[in-house]
């Protein structure tokens, strides 16, 4: 619900890929406060209250941080925490935040009970896409949210045509089987709307259900499943890091796929503006109808 007044709305953005929203509405000025995770634009955490802390991975190898990860779930722990203190003090009027996955971000339950008890009343937008066009739903639902609904309109219009004119360029070209890694140890197939983004692009994602979650896999599995091309998307990670678990994966990799490491965070794994920029390098690396940015995707072999 848009407030009306002369003030700025008090935006808390709870998950990077609403504050990359945000940003991209022009709201940058009216976002008071977001999570230790947030990077994109450089760099929203400057001037702005830190309201989300997470678990410390910093040392540990990919399958140190799936055993930490699975431990606190298993218990019933956080793995997000809301600095509550700084939350009150923010005092915002519209709070972006998801239940997609509580391993990518706190959830929603959370943040509504903190308010309870901080008495908070600010409006709760709660982003759960699973799919592309869910998420440009979401960037109209900020839109609306947040008194920017031209800007939505404009931005989604723009996102729309860019799609379009990828699955114009791919259209009648052969469709390779795309394996995307969204986690390296144990392997975990790539979910949600990824395998969409494959499609859009002009190949086939194999193992992969779209609109599911990811789940993990096997690499026997990968191998029968016989993709022309790994996908090596590493969530939470840049595109150094895909690349170095790309390293870490070599003698497991199917001998003759195409591998390619990309920034997952900027290009796939964030359901934000940034998934269409996904789309068109993922057709470029399938198809070379576009030109490869070499800070975004390289190929590995």
Not at 133 to 142: G, N, R
Not at 163 to 179: H, K, N, S, Y
Not at 220 to 240: M, N, T, W
Request: aromatic fraction near 4%; hydrophobic fraction near 45%.
């Amino acid at each position: 619900m848009a407030r009306t007044g002369v003030s700025p709305l008090r935006i808390a953005s709870l998950i990077p890929s609403a504050t990359e929203i945000a940003f991209a509405l022009g709201l940058d000025e009216q976002v008071v406060g977001v999570t230790f995770e947030c990077d994109f634009p450089p760099d929203p955490r400057e001037g702005r209250a830190i309201l989300v802390g997470g678990l410390d991975t910093h040392g540990l190898d990919a399958s140190a941080i799936d055993a930490l990860v699975r431990s606190k779930v298993a218990s019933g722990e956080l793995l997000y925490t809301l600095d509550e203190e700084r939350f009150r003090a923010v005092d915002p009027d519209v709070v972006l935040t998801q239940d997609l996955c509580r391993v990518c971000a706190l959830p929603s339950g959370e943040v509504e009970q903190a308010m309870q008890q901080l008495g908070c009343r600010a409006t709760v937008l709660t982003l759960d896409p699973h799919s592309v066009s869910e998420v440009l739903d979401t960037i109209m639902a900020v839109g609306e949210a947040c008194s920017a609904l031209g800007p939505a309109q404009a931005l989604v219009a723009n996102l729309q045509a860019r799609i379009e004119a990828v699955r114009q360029d791919v259209e009648g070209l052969t469709r390779p089987r795309v394996f995307v890694l969204e986690w390296p140890d144990p392997p975990f197939v790539a979910g949600h709307w990824v395998p969409e983004l494959v499609d859009i692009a002009g190949g086939d994602a194999v193992l992969a259900q779209p609109g599911g979650r990811s789940v993990p896999t096997t690499w026997a599995d990968v191998a029968a499943a016989d993709p022309d091309v790994v996908i090596v998307a590493s969530c939470g990670f840049d595109l150094e890091g895909s690349l170095q678990h790309a390293h870490e994966l070599a003698d497991q990799l199917p001998e003759r796929a195409a591998v390619w490491c990309i920034d997952a965070n900027g290009l796939v794994v964030r359901p934000g503006p940034r998934l269409v920029d996904g789309i068109e390098t993922i057709a470029a690396l399938l198809h070379g109808v576009r030109s490869v940015n070499p800070t975004k995707a390289v190929r590995f072999r």
